[in-house]
């Protein structure tokens, strides 16, 4: 059995915009299909000193470098539950900065175990090239190891949660 997520249009928000669920609400009432908050890690995060957006005017191209600064899961998951939009929700997780490579998928766990119930879908942000190490999670047996970890977890949520 694969996911099947009905939207009212095909035209939905990305995770960055809200990282926090500080705006779901409003977000909700712009007549996007879905929305997608975050990248949220385990536990708060300033992100990158600034300056970190760059504006490259001659390429008319922007430049981000944020580092997943987010106030952390469990704010989020507040936001989440108080919010009153009942439309697809996905909540996007990553892992914390100052947590070793070798570790990250302790922090990918955690985000899942935690927002899973009130996502409609997870999504798993290995593509920040400002964390420490994150990018060898793309590739290989990092990946694999990840992804097998975190589908093995996502079933045993399913089963609790009623979602197969």
């Not at 990158?48 to 952390?72: D, E, V």
């Not at 985000?111 to 409609?120: G, H, I, P, Q, T």
Request: net charge positive; proline share 7%.
């Amino acid at each position: 059995v694969g996911l099947v997520l009905v939207v009212p249009n095909p035209g939905g928000l990305a995770a960055g915009l809200d990282k926090n669920g500080d705006a779901i609400d409003g977000c909700g009432q712009l007549g996007f299909g879905f929305i997608e908050i975050g990248t949220v890690t385990p536990r708060p995060q300033p992100g990158n000193p600034r300056p970190r957006l760059f504006r490259l005017p001659q390429a008319n191209a922007i430049i981000n470098r944020m580092g997943f600064n987010n106030h952390g899961v469990d704010h989020l998951l507040a936001r989440v539950r108080a919010a009153k939009y009942r439309g697809v929700l996905g909540i996007n997780i990553g892992k914390n900065f100052d947590t070793p490579v070798e570790r990250a998928v302790d922090d990918y766990l955690i985000c899942l175990d935690k927002v899973y119930a009130d996502a409609s879908y997870v999504t798993v942000n290995v593509s920040s090239p400002n964390t420490p190490g994150l990018r060898s999670l793309q590739f290989g047996d990092s990946l694999k190891q990840l992804l097998e970890a975190l589908r093995q977890r996502q079933e045993a949520l399913a089963l609790r949660h009623g979602r197969r």
